[in-house]
């Protein structure tokens, strides 16, 4: 698939379910924004860009702690409803920005912070985003990326990429830790720290929020049920199709 034609996708997946991903409890809520929130400690006079910024989630939590937030994203209905709830936020300081990852229309040194949450897997080059995450980052700059982790396994990787796929046809690749450090160390950012979490995917909210199409969620469901023991044992599958997956959190500077 060329990169237009993945362009399209993403807007077409994404423009539709904007609104959905605002009130999405799993993009709202998450451990993680403590930790962001953490790293910009006396970080008043700081620009951070939110990249693939969805809704918006991590742009709200953010803002009251830095001069600017720029929110990024390839899909204008999502930066649509970004503009709206900033506004009713009363978050003054947030604005917005149309694009794609690989291409940022921002200046070399242009950031102190960097951030990006749930958006990586969706992108068509992760090595080209993340070189240009660094050339917009000031020197010292600290990039941070919340994003679903590959176990790495060929087995427990081919299951989940096949699910993520057939519930999102906009999906690219969730990627295993090695992957991600590899990918950093080319983009020349040196990863300070990194953690693990453990997010919890309630089935029908999940297949809801982004319109599935019934025959996809049917074979989603087949697929569980049809893969072995280990496979249902990691990702804790539930009868319902419940399950759950892990979440790599990163934190790299230039």
């Known amino acids: 698939m060329t990169s237009t034609a993945h362009t399209q996708v993403v807007q077409k997946q994404f423009g539709e379910q904007a609104a959905a991903y605002l009130s999405s409890a799993v993009h709202a809520q998450g451990t993680e924004f403590a930790l962001l929130q953490a790293e910009l400690a006396g ?37 649509d409803v970004v503009a709206g ?33 749930y958006s990586a897997h969706h992108w068509s080059d992760l090595g080209l985003a993340l070189r240009e995450v660094r050339r917009v980052l000031k020197p010292g700059g600290v990039a ?24 999102d046809t906009s999906h690219v690749r969730d990627y295993s830790a090695g992957e991600w450090m590899r990918q950093f160390s080319e983009a020349g950012l040196h990863v300070r720290n990194s953690s693990r979490q453990r997010l919890r995917l309630e089935y029908t909210s999940w297949v809801e ?34 399950f759950s997956t892990d979440v790599l959190v990163v934190f790299a500077e230039r």
Do not use: W
């Not at 506004?87 to 242009?110: C, M, W, Y």
């Not at 996809?216 to 419940?242: F, H, N, P, S, W």
């Open 43 to 79: 970080a008043g006079a700081a620009r951070l860009l939110d990249v693939g910024c969805g809704a918006g989630h991590v742009s709200f939590n953010v803002a009251p702690l830095v001069k600017e937030v720029v929110a990024y994203d390839l899909s204008q209905q999502m930066l």
């Open 209 to 242: 929020r982004m319109r599935t199409p019934e025959v996809l969620r049917a074979a989603i469901l087949e697929l569980q049920k049809a893969m072995g023991q280990e496979v249902r044992d990691y990702y804790e599958i539930q009868a319902d199709g419940t």
């Open 85 to 117: 709830a900033a506004k009713d936020r009363g978050l003054s300081n947030i604005r917005t920005v149309h694009g794609a990852a690989e291409r940022l229309p921002f200046a070399d040194g242009e950031f102190d912070f960097v951030f990006s949450r």
């Open 144 to 167: 941070a990326f919340v994003d679903v982790l590959s176990p790495g396994s060929p087995l427990l990787d081919t299951y989940l990429q096949t699910v993520e796929v057939l519930r």
